[in-house]
DNA sequence: GTTAAATATGAGCAGATGTTAATATATGCG
DNA sequence: CGCATATATTAACATCTGCTCATATTTAAC
């Protein structure tokens, strides 16, 4: 239980932001918000997404090399799934703070407003 | 405790990429790192991270602008502070999953080594 | 006022990233 | 075998990003 805050090597800061890196584009988010109901073959995840097969493809790709989601692979098709549940909180949390964020923002345009 | 999977709208989404994204660079995480002890100057933060100003500058400003850190003027100088309490669990939770993932890549690497 | 210190910003550049159309590589089926 | 379907990959491009140097801006100190 070593607890917490021995500074990272900088191997390691790489790692981990170019895990944060991997859920820093809104498709990918859409993607993984996606296969939170469970895993999906690429087909699925572009009717889903809206997004063009082959743009689908490479952030897969990207997402399960930065270890977020893993592959399966089966006859045809290719399914993939969360492979790291760390994501449920990692979305939570930043949701959440992104509410309270918004909350502000919301609160000072309404005080803006009245002052006119 | 209306309970989670409610799809993200578009926009949302990009604020949460965003969010991400902001941590996604090493030097980021090195500075948000520095600023778990608590709030320091540019300067500070300059000679820690073993930066150039003007780069720090940059990276605190889109830090800032991601809501991630917040900004007090003081006199001659800018200082900086973690805004948003939810880094400090986004970063434990991805530890803790890199921990794993590398884990599991060290046991994966000696079975490996075995097979030969 | 002048000068020095702290921070921010503009410009240029190299390299990464996201998107797309076209093509390649499987795998399944008849 | 030939053909269709599912997925990955290549190449080209525009855009974004991070880095650096030089300079602007602000404030303090004299």
Redesign the interface.
């Known amino acids: 239980m070593k607890s917490?805050?021995a500074?990272?090597p900088?191997e390691?800061?790489?790692?981990?932001?170019?895990?944060?890196?991997?859920?820093?584009?809104?498709l990918?988010?859409?993607i993984v918000?996606a296969l939170?109901?469970g895993e999906k073959n690429v087909g699925e995840l572009v009717r889903v997404t809206g997004g063009l097969q082959a743009n689908i493809s490479r952030h897969l790709h990207k997402l399960v090399s930065a270890?977020v989601l893993v592959r399966r692979k089966q006859g045809n098709q290719a399914f993939y799934a969360i492979a790291?549940?760390?994501i449920y909180?990692?979305?939570?949390?930043?949701?959440?703070?992104?509410e309270q964020?918004?909350a502000k923002l919301t609160k000072a345009i309404k005080v803006t407003a009245k002052r006119r």
Not at 12 to 26: Q, T, W
Not at 89 to 98: A, D, K, R
């Open positions: 917490s805050h500074l990272p900088d390691a800061l790489v790692l981990i932001a170019r895990h944060f890196a991997a859920l820093g584009d809104p990918r988010l859409k918000h939170i109901a270890g790291d549940p760390s909180g990692l979305c939570e949390l930043v949701c959440g703070s992104l964020r918004l």
